[in-house]
């Protein structure tokens, strides 16, 4: 069974930088591994942030970038905001089988 | 502006059958493949099934597989997902979304979620 893997939890000061990792049980997250990322607040739906690893979406504060690090696929926040606070997924892509993972999220908490 | 609306959750016993659809505005829906994602009270999000522009390729996961059917009518602008033998862990918000890349399936827009509860 593929097992995709978040932090549970991290804490960020106002304005500071923090970086959410998503690793496979695989391996190594590559860039064929179409890593996404999604921001969720409670009550609504996800939100797409990061696609293909690296690449934004029009809607996408600047803030947000993507990455591939140290064998994981990487979502870094520069500059964090109040309303940054939320659960964060990954989602990675096995071709192999054609099928789609989810990370268990990180809750991403604001001081 | 793109926009999915789901429908047709509800609560449904055990082993009965559902029929969940997407209704999809604002972009030439049949030139996307599409996905069901759906994520269990208090859960994280998982993935369920993927249907491609013309049909001709479907995928699931191994939770829903031989139980779940996905569909799409690109005449209807609708993508439906046909649940049967569920079971009380199906219970869950179920979710449609676009993919904006053929391979790979990167996801771009979510519809707002639709509440499935199979309880007796």
């Known amino acids: 069974q593929t097992v995709v893997t978040q932090e549970p939890s991290l804490t960020v000061s106002l304005g500071g930088t923090v970086t959410l990792t998503c690793a496979s049980s695989?391996?190594?997250?590559?860039?064929?591994?179409?890593a996404n990322w999604f921001q969720q607040k409670p009550g609504q739906p996800p939100r797409s942030l990061i696609y293909?690893?690296?690449r934004k979406h029009s809607w996408t504060p600047a803030r947000f970038s993507g990455s591939l690090l140290g064998g994981r696929a990487a979502l870094t926040l520069s500059g964090v905001q109040p309303e940054d606070e939320a659960v964060y997924f990954c989602?990675?892509?096995?071709?192999?089988?054609?099928?789609?993972?989810f990370g268990g999220g990180t809750k991403l908490t604001v001081l | 502006e793109v926009q999915l609306v789901e429908s047709g959750g509800g609560l449904v016993r055990p082993g009965g059958s559902l029929r969940l659809s997407c209704a999809a505005s604002?972009?030439?829906?049949?030139?996307?493949?599409m996905t069901w994602v759906r994520q269990a009270p208090g859960k994280g999000l998982e993935w369920i099934s993927s249907?491609?522009?013309?049909?001709?390729?479907?995928y699931y996961a191994d939770s829903v597989k031989g139980r779940f059917t996905i569909s799409r009518d690109n005449s209807k602008n609708s993508m439906n997902l046909q649940m049967n033998s569920l079971r009380a862990e199906d219970t869950a918000v179920y979710y449609c979304?676009?993919?904006?890349?053929?391979?790979?399936?990167?996801?771009?827009?979510w519809g707002q979620g639709i509440l499935v509860t199979v309880s007796s």
């Open positions: 293909s690893a690296t």
């Open positions: 695989t391996g190594t997250v590559t860039s064929g591994y179409y």
């Open positions: 989602q990675l892509y096995y071709g192999g089988a054609q099928k789609w993972v």
């Open positions: 979304a676009r993919r904006i890349t053929i391979i790979g399936g990167d996801i771009d827009y």
């Open positions: 604002g972009f030439s829906f049949s030139s996307y493949s």
């Open positions: 249907i491609s522009t013309s049909s001709s390729s479907t």
